[in-house]
């Protein structure tokens, strides 16, 4: 038997002053574009670990779990894996405990964005389908 599942990964959501986090990639697929903090599950670990994990990786900074705001699917297009391979995102609301952010060398900066600006260069199609929710959720 075969599965072919797709891959979890997790995207947190910080919204603070109207404004929501976005850091620039500073890896391929999609350097240099705008993503949300996140990335790939380790092997037997949760969603909320996970977010916890990848934010102290990628931003240096400690952060809490408040919500969990739904799933969505996407096709990750990298030389690594095979075409059309699919990502689940686990999307979650999260509280920065620390502001002192300092991007890691996955994360090429950050930018602090007005919740109802969509920028051009997003990286991923999901993060556009999330969007409508993150607004109705976090106005």
């Known amino acids: ?20 986090l976005y850091v620039r990639r500073a890896r391929e697929p999609r350097k240099g574009c705008l993503d949300f903090a996140g990335g790939f599950l380790d092997n ?12 102290k990786e990628e931003l240096k900074v400690d952060v809490e779990v408040r919500d969990y705001l739904g ?6 297009q990298h030389p690594s894996v095979s075409d059309g ?19 890691s060398d996955d994360v090429d900066g950050y930018e602090w964005i007005p919740i109802d600006h969509t920028p051009e260069n997003i ?6 389908e999330a969007l409508p929710k993150i607004r109705r959720i976090l106005r």
């Open 71 to 76: 799933s969505y699917i996407d096709t990750y």
């Open 1 to 20: 038997m075969q599965f072919h599942n797709p891959i979890p990964a997790t995207v947190g959501i910080f919204y603070q002053n109207g404004k929501l």
């Open 85 to 103: 391979t699919k990502v689940l995102n686990l999307y979650y609301y999260c509280e920065l405990l620390d502001q002192n952010i300092q991007p």
């Open 44 to 55: 037997g670990e949760s969603g909320e670990s996970c977010i916890l994990r990848e934010c």
């Open 123 to 128: 990286a991923f199609k999901h993060m556009l």
